[in-house]
């Protein structure tokens, strides 16, 4: 039985952030994640986003900008994604099942603070940053500052994701994407891993960029990695000593927990198979 | 029963497409849930809070008092008897006093909305005294451990008893030691339950949905109600897949919404969400098996000793038969001089098991499958020689001393699979890939031998009603039924081929307790050959009739009428005065001379043996033999396994209808593939640590291999047209022959099953002990 409260479905985007600001309201637009949790016994009031058009991708020079509302699928097909952010077009493709990702909504996927939501890597990567609205005006986070935990964020209870906006430029000689799941699709992540590195023909490293989910409590950046990777040069020995470094960061960072006997030396592989995948090695 | 020369057939062993396929795919086919009726009230279940407790009192009063409820029911208002169970009757519809299992029931209301029954539900208040919850059948076993039904928590144990096993284990010279465990899995039809219960004329009542074995249900519901069973009537709805799933708890729902329609005289419905489904409906029992077996030098088996525990959960349903097969079946397809086996179910507080695709042969296939490679790699022979060596063949005795009489093929199926494949050579190269290698190679095989239909379980005869109609179109009804393995396509192939019409001019009406003779359970791979037999017997009883005027018409005798393709004429050696009668102008001219165009075909299979004591006896009437090849990538820096190519071979007697057949086997491995790496119906103390799709996995389309199917036609003179079993042998052996694959790819066996990421890399399974993020942070917004 799915217990709303209230549902209401506004017209417009300062329609939205009046009744924001008025009630507490939970903003949904596929579903994805909020349905079944509300399967599950959560209750709540829906401000459903359908109507607000928000479902949008723009080159806006430095930046390309994702509106909240579009789809994963949107996203995983999109020309201009897959040329300028590629890893993000990947990981998008990657998420749940076709269903899921004609419903399911990057800022969805960002709202619900899912450990292992797959589209956060790739964003950590591009330095993405969210446009929040509410009625006292227009606030800009980092994505990295507006997830404060496991399935929970920064997000003032009047405030509505509007976009998320990615960096165009990022140095790229090479980059890589891998999700880990039990099965070949429609899986909720073991663990993903987003990478970037940018080197010349000599091998040496001039930056890396290395972000996981289902590793840390929240999916981050690991700048312990990306730094001993920086100015060395790209062999399967330095690699697997990131991997090494990777692990270690989880273990001092999650703690050891259930799963670590596993996760340890599979982010290890991963990491090492992601480096050699982004290198070319 | 005499056989036609093969290319005699215009019908059978084409591909016909399913009779029902138009209905399901426009969506015209009613479901359970499809079927509403003016008046009707939405029911709802209140389920234990506790797996294992004394119930000390239950209070309906602020439950009943809400608006739009209209009636709140418990054990006392059960107006019949309390408990069901076709085997043993311990099985309670409502709890009374004490409950067993997370899925006992203590109340069910009817209200005027779903959202109202199911809130009325919760608000029922019940106090309980929790009892120590018995989760681990070995546990369960001890004299000490708490009793669960009143008698020892032992609910069957099965033995064979063939030869003298310490003579044989003294005649080998390798004797080895192994234990396998397999894990509970949820049958995972697509459609949960769902039932429409009406009280009707005369104080009956007549309940629609989705139920798989009619009659077990309406003795149950009778029983339940206190009705005889000519008031009781079960109308079979299309069914959304059953797997052997929709017995037992489908007996609790209907007698349940039964009691409802009754108290308030009117319809209510009753339809499963999946959570409630996963949560009440019984599983396919984990089994715990131990072998000891010994080989000669040269690779002749020569004794097993085998004990096998199966975890019953709270009632026993049909597990007295299910591990009755895996006794009969235990040793696998292989010639063994010297036996012991011990099959033990036992009663714990967890989901209760029943029948499940396989009936207790899956779990033993995993382990002598598995075996029978460990003992190849001890010998250094390669798996298939050594299975060769020791394969059962024509004449030999079974582990249960039954002399098989009929075309023994399991060298055959395993021979074919093998040469697809090129397994010999592929296993010797994957046994030396290099360590360095992150993605391994392995290619593993498995075989079967399966007893047809119930054997020795009890009763097993089943009837099919052939009605002409006056146009020539005919009507066809059974009493097994399609539950989507395509019963209802076949019959109706069979009942074509007999009166020489098309299958378009059939069609097939879905079971009714009340119009059909019970014909016992849709189990057991059982329709083909015996309602496929019923219907042929049903076609002869009209044709004998019909054949008459026919041959009076044409002016030639009954011997010599061909019967082809909806018309009728004489033999073609008399072409030149050769007349034409269409079927359906026989069919008016029958009717109009007053001539029967009904008939009740009936097929009772031969009698079978078993002695309880030494476990031998002809324990079926005849078998089936089938062998599968699974070849797999291993990722060995995650242990993800990758099914990159299948086969299956097996020996069916005779294709009926080859897509259909075809269908069994891809929906079989699928099932067998689940099973093997993904599927665990997981409980903690004796609560579900899971309750939907998100965490139960099953294998996608994107895990599905390509896949080769060889049918073996050796036809067997007790089935109709020589055609036997399918469904359940295409499901039990895709498991061992990927977990051979997994054991030749990585050189480490993995003897637990499911093949978990963690296990195939670690060697052990990891058990989450902590709560679910994503549960604490709901709790927290809430």
Not at chain 1, 103 to 130: F, H, K, M, Q
Not at chain 2, 72 to 77: K, N, R, V
């Amino acid at each position: 039985m799915i217990n709303v409260i209230q549902y209401i479905r506004p017209r417009n985007i300062d329609e939205a952030i009046e009744r924001m600001a008025a009630d507490e309201l939970v903003p949904i637009a596929g579903g994805t994640d909020l349905i079944p949790q509300l399967r599950r016994g959560r209750s709540c009031r829906l401000l459903d986003i359908g109507r607000l058009t928000l479902g949008f991708i723009e080159d806006i020079g430095d930046w390309i900008e994702v509106g909240a509302a579009t789809s994963h699928a949107e996203i995983a097909r999109s020309k201009l994604i897959g040329k300028c952010l590629p890893l993000l077009g990947r990981a998008c493709g990657l998420i749940g099942s076709a269903q899921i990702r004609n419903r399911g909504t990057i800022g969805g996927n960002i709202a619900n603070a899912s450990p292992c939501a797959d589209s956060v890597p790739a964003l950590l990567i591009y330095d993405a940053e969210l446009k929040l609205l509410s009625r006292s005006g227009e606030r800009r986070i980092k994505l990295a500052e507006f997830i404060s935990g496991p399935y929970r964020t920064n997000r003032r209870p009047d405030e509505l994701i509007v976009s998320i906006l990615c960096r165009k430029n990022i140095p790229t000689t090479g980059n890589a994407f891998i999700k880990l799941g039990r099965r070949q699709a429609v899986n909720i992540s073991r663990m993903s891993i987003a990478a970037i590195i940018e080197m010349g023909a000599d091998r040496i490293i001039g930056s890396a960029r290395l972000a996981a989910s289902s590793v840390f409590p929240v999916s981050s950046r690991m700048p312990e990695v990306e730094r001993m990777l920086y100015g060395a040069t790209a062999t399967p020995e330095l690699f697997r000593i990131a991997g090494e470094v990777a692990a270690e960061t989880m273990v001092a960072k999650s703690g050891r927990r259930w799963s670590t006997p596993y996760k340890e030396p599979v982010l290890i592989g991963l990491t090492e198979r992601a480096l050699t995948e982004a290198a070319d090695l | 029963m005499s056989d036609q020369a093969e290319n005699d057939y215009s019908i059978i062993g084409k591909d016909v497409p399913r009779v029902d396929v138009i209905d399901k795919v426009t969506g015209r086919a009613k479901y359970g849930a499809d079927y509403f009726a003016p008046g009707q009230l939405y029911g709802a279940t209140r389920y234990t809070d506790f797996p294992h407790a004394i119930i000390k009192k239950v209070d309906i009063a602020k439950a009943k008092s809400l608006s739009g409820v209209r009636a709140i029911l418990t054990a006392d208002d059960i107006p019949g008897r309390p408990l069901f169970g076709a085997v043993i009757a311990h099985q309670p519809v409502l709890c009374k006093d004490r409950v067993r299992f997370y899925g006992d029931a203590v109340a069910i209301v009817a209200a005027d909305t779903q959202e109202i029954a199911e809130y009325a539900a919760s608000q029922i208040e019940i106090d309980y005294e929790p009892l120590p919850v018995i989760d681990d059948p070995v546990a369960a076993m001890a004299d000490d451990s708490y009793r669960i039904h009143a008698d020892s928590n032992i609910c069957t144990h099965h033995k064979v008893r063939k030869g003298d096993i310490e003579k044989g284990f003294a005649a080998s010279d390798l004797v080895i030691e192994r234990e396998y465990s397999t894990q509970p899995i949820e049958h995972a039809y697509i459609e949960p339950e769902a039932v429409l219960a009406e009280p009707g004329e005369n104080g009956g009542i007549t309940i629609i949905g989705s139920v798989q074995n009619l009659y077990n249900i309406r003795r149950a519901v009778a029983s339940v109600l206190g009705f005889p069973l000519n008031r009781t009537r079960i109308i079979q709805a299309t069914l959304g897949g059953s797997f052997g799933g929709k017995d037992e708890v489908m007996s609790a729902i209907c007698s349940r919404a039964a009691m409802l329609a009754l108290a308030v005289g009117r319809p209510v419905k009753m339809v499963n969400s999946r959570e409630n489904s996963m949560r009440e409906s019984y599983k396919r029992h984990p089994y715990k098996m131990k072998y000891k077996v010994g080989v000669t030098r040269s690779g002749i088996l020569q004794a097993m000793e085998i004990t096998i525990i199966a975890d019953a959960g709270a009632y026993a349903a049909m597990s007295p038969f299910v591990t009755w097969r895996s006794t009969v079946q235990a040793t696998g397809p292989y010639v063994v001089p010297n036996v012991k086996t011990d099959v033990y179910a036992v009663y714990t507080n967890n989901c209760y098991t029943s029948a499940m695709r396989g009936f207790g042969s899956p779990q033993v296939c995993f382990a002598t499958e598995s075996l029978m490679d460990e003992l190849a790699e001890s010998l250094q022979l390669d798996p298939l020689e050594f299975r060769l060596r020791n394969i059962l063949r024509d004449g030999s005795i079974t582990a249960t001393g039954q002399k098989l009489t009929h075309k023994v093929s399991v060298g055959q199926a395993l021979q074919a699979v093998a040469d697809h494949a090129d397994y010999v050579e592929k296993y010797r190269a994957n046994i030396n890939q290099t360590s360095a290698c992150k993605i391994r190679k392995g290619i593993g095989i498995s075989c079967s031998y399966r007893g047809v239909s119930l054997g020795a379980e009890g009763t097993d005869a089943a009837g099919v009603v052939v009605s002409v109609q006056t146009d020539g179109t005919v009507v066809v009804s059974c009493g097994l039924v399609d539950m989507g393995q395509g019963a209802a396509t076949t019959i109706s192939m069979v009942v074509a081929e007999e009166l020489g019409i098309t299958t378009d001019r059939i069609r097939f009406v879905n079971a009714d307790t009340t119009l059909i003779p019970d014909s016992g359970p849709t189990v057991a791979s059982r329709t083909t050959i015996m309602a496929g037999n019923a219907a042929r017997d049903g076609c002869r009883k009209l044709l004998a009739k019909m054949k008459p005027v026919a041959s009076t018409l044409l002016g030639c005798s009954e011997s010599e009428l061909i019967m082809r393709n909806n018309s009728i004429r004489s033999a073609p050696d008399k072409s030149s005065d050769s007349k034409t009668l269409g079927f359906s102008e026989l069919a008016r001219i029958c009717f109009q001379k007053g001539i029967p165009l009904l008939s009740h075909g009936w097929y009772k299979a031969p009698s079978t043996t078993w002695d309880e004591a030494t476990g031998q006896g002809d324990a079926y009437f005849t078998y089936v033999y089938g062998a599968n090849l699974a070849e797999v990538e291993v990722d060995m820096v995650t242990g993800q396994v990758r099914v990159v190519k299948f086969v299956s071979a097996h020996d069916l007697g005779r294709v009926i209808n080859r897509s259909g057949a075809l269908g069994q086997v891809y929906g079989g491995v699928a099932m067998g593939l689940g099973y093997g790496l993904l599927e665990n119906y997981a409980e903690r103390k004796g609560k579900p640590a899971l309750e939907n799709f998100d965490e139960y996995l099953l294998a996608t389309s994107c895990d599905m291999p390509e896949m080769e199917v060889i049918f073996i036609e050796n036809p067997d003179e007790l089935g109709p047209h020589g055609a036997k079993t399918l469904g359940e042998p295409a499901c039990e052996l895709a498991a061992p022959a990927i977990a051979n694959a997994v054991a030749n790819a990585t050189g480490r066996r993995c003897r637990h099953l499911p093949l978990t990421l963690e296990r195939v890399l670690l060697g052990v399974d990891l058990n989450r002990d902590e709560d679910r993020e994503s549960a604490k942070s709901r709790n927290a917004s809430q």
